[in-house]
């Protein structure tokens, strides 16, 4: 089956500090999202972003399909951006795949 | 509000027993979904449901059971076949639309088998 995998596993930042998060599957894939989960266990949609380049505040991501990677990108973080972030791929319909995660940690 | 309620959010529960964890949405969406986590992993497809009375095996459905009778609901079973429940349980709704299938998840059950 597809692989998902995300880099850094880890990641500790100073607040303030700008970071790219980066998720690369191993096949073609019909969606991708990417999810902040917070301390609680709840997971946020950020982004849903099979191809191309959005925006939302201090987050941004690109997908390049063609290459099979993803990136996450966060600018001035914050003490409240910590979590896990996950990157899903969807592989036909309705099979969401999802990446073994990058847990962050800002730092006040 | 539309969104996915999870119930109960923390359980406990007696090896050997059967549980049954609740999901229920008011988005309107086709598509329902349980996902599996243990610490520090990502989360595992169970069970997915694209329409009422159906409903497809994941990646990791051993032990598990589903129904789908109706849109709104999609509920879990844990059965005591299922050797390692202790995880946390996240459900998923999505409007199931080829192109715009965008998941969003409840809060959570956290189960804990003694």
């Known amino acids: 089956g597809i692989q998902v995998e995300q880099s850094p596993p880890d990641l500790i930042l100073q607040e303030g500090a700008n970071s790219t998060l980066r998720c690369n599957f191993s096949?073609?894939?019909?969606?991708l999202q990417w999810f902040h989960q917070n301390p609680w266990g709840q997971l946020i949609n950020l982004f849903y972003i099979p191809s191309g380049t959005k925006q939302n505040g201090r987050l941004s991501a690109t997908t390049v399909a063609t290459e099979r990677y993803s990136l996450l990108y966060i600018s001035s973080s914050q003490t409240t951006d910590s979590g896990v972030y996950f990157c899903?791929?969807?592989?036909?319909?309705?099979?969401?795949?999802f990446g073994t995660g990058t847990r962050l940690k800002v730092l006040a | 509000d539309g969104g996915i309620t999870q119930s109960p959010k923390y359980l406990f529960r007696k090896e050997g027993q059967n549980v049954t964890l609740s999901c229920e949405q008011n988005l309107n969406h086709d598509a329902m979904y349980w996902y599996r986590q243990d610490p520090g992993q990502g989360l595992r497809l169970i069970y997915y449901?694209?329409?009422?009375?159906?409903?497809q095996k994941g990646d990791i459905a051993e032990g598990y059971s589903v129904s789908r009778e109706k849109k709104e609901s999609f509920p879990l079973t844990v059965t005591s076949a299922q050797k390692n429940p202790t995880a946390f349980y996240l459900c998923?709704?999505?409007?199931?639309?080829?192109?715009?299938?965008?998941?969003?998840f409840g809060a959570g059950s956290r189960l804990t088998v003694l």
């Open positions: 449901s694209q329409i009422v009375n159906d409903f």
């Open positions: 899903a791929v969807e592989q036909g319909t309705y099979k969401y795949i």
């Open positions: 998923a709704s999505s409007i199931g639309i080829s192109g715009a299938n965008v998941l969003t």
């Open positions: 096949d073609s894939v019909n969606n």
